[in-house]
């Protein structure tokens, strides 16, 4: 299973052909192409109306949803609590990093620097 962080699905909206790219090769490498519940949230948060929400929701039925579980969220209060005065992390960030390192995932994201503290964490930047 590959994680993959929000800005990489917000460039995949933007139509931006090596977000494009790259989800095409995942797939057809038969990959099973997961996202945070954090994602799908940061997303629908940026919709400005009902046919983006529509859209947004219909696109997002392609990935599996990782929703928040007990170890999640004590991976994100850790990661958090660790990282936070230190490197700036952010709430978003330590979820979708607890997510994936709980789900023994390899996390794809464009913004690698965001996360390159947390040394448990698999992160590839696909583009």
């Known amino acids: 299973m590959k994680l993959i962080d929000t800005d990489i699905l917000i460039d995949f909206s933007h139509e931006i052909e090596a977000a494009e790219q790259f989800l095409e090769t995942l797939r057809n490498n038969g990959e099973v192409l997961a996202i945070s519940a954090i994602t799908r949230m940061e997303l629908v948060e940026g919709c400005r109306n009902k046919r983006e929400l529509t859209e947004v929701i219909e696109f997002l039925g392609e990935f599996k949803l990782i929703h928040l579980s007990e170890q999640i969220s004590q991976k994100a209060i850790e990661l958090i609590e660790r990282y936070k005065l230190s490197h700036g992390l952010l709430i978003p960030d330590a979820i979708i990093a607890a997510t994936a ?10 913004n690698a620097r965001h996360f390159k503290m947390i040394k448990e964490l698999k992160v590839t930047k696909p583009y």
Request: no cysteine; glycine share 0%.
């Open 101 to 110: 390192i709980m789900m023994n995932s390899e996390l794809y994201s464009k």
